[in-house]
């Protein structure tokens, strides 16, 4: 049986593999995200296209590893599994502990990711799913894989910054839009592309300064993106404490489901027919969620709708943990 930081460290070097593919080069010591900002030139329809290169050549690249016919294995969670099914080793305890900014995604979007799990289940019955409370989208990561104690030492190091950095989206409103599966051979998730110009069509909330950047009956300058939020609470995070984050690539995701066993996907049938109905649920997305006005599903979202980002610590990896603190949503 495998010690709990040999588990840890198979897992982590998995999840590590979070290749930039949009093209852009980060230079040593820069803010990870003025370098796409800046290749971009500032422009939300240059930034969405690298996030939509990022996403689609990801894709493209993992659909090849399912088909290969020198497929070997999905990369199971052992840590998962042994907290799913505490026969396996009684007394496990998750060893890493993180310290994350999330944004938790408002209802609307909640319901769509919870039809997309339904969907994906339908032909991977044994794929584990996130329970629609854990659901996060990481906006920021501070630190991964401490200690308990690294971690606390981190927080008490960032208490003067938590409320400005929970704060940011209620008045640094930025949007996601067209939503779509991810995959690879560890997880499955829905990722979103920052928007531009794009018609508003999520619901609004009271707030009149909401109003101000979001007009349902017009297009939308979007100038300040998901990743322009991203570059800024990085700037004010990196004030307080050294950021050794994993979560620089253009992605805007939230995991679905990871897979815990290889029952599934065993024979090149199975793999075929997983990258079909992914697929087909994407071309389903793109058709009646984007950019559609009073349908059944939305697909934008307005980061700090319902709830601002929330400082989060502990043992996260799976949308555990505990708050901290929690911005004001709108």
Known sequence: MAAPSDLAERVTNVEERFEDLSGVKIKPGENPYNALIDACEGSPAKIQALYATHRTTRNAQQK?????????ELNTDPILLRLENPMIEPGFRDPRHCLVFWARPPNHILKLACHLQTLLQKEAPNLWLMPS???????LEIAHSRTAQEIANLVVSMRSVIPSLTGMTYSRRSRLVKPMISYDL???AVSFLPASGEEGVSPLSEDPAEHDTHDGNARIADHYTYHHLRRDAFVIASEAVPIS??????SAHITLGRYLTQKDHETPEQR???????????KWLEKEVWDVKDGEFIGEWIVGQERGLEARCGTVWYGGGRTILAGEGF
């Open 245 to 250: 984050s994993r979560y620089v690539v253009p």
């Open 186 to 188: 560890s997880a499955v």
């Open 133 to 139: 409370y854990r659901m996060h989208l990481t906006t």
């Open 272 to 282: 075929e027919r997983w990258v079909q109905s992914i697929d087909h649920i994407n």
């Open 64 to 72: 090849e590893k399912f088909l290969s016919s020198e497929f070997r």
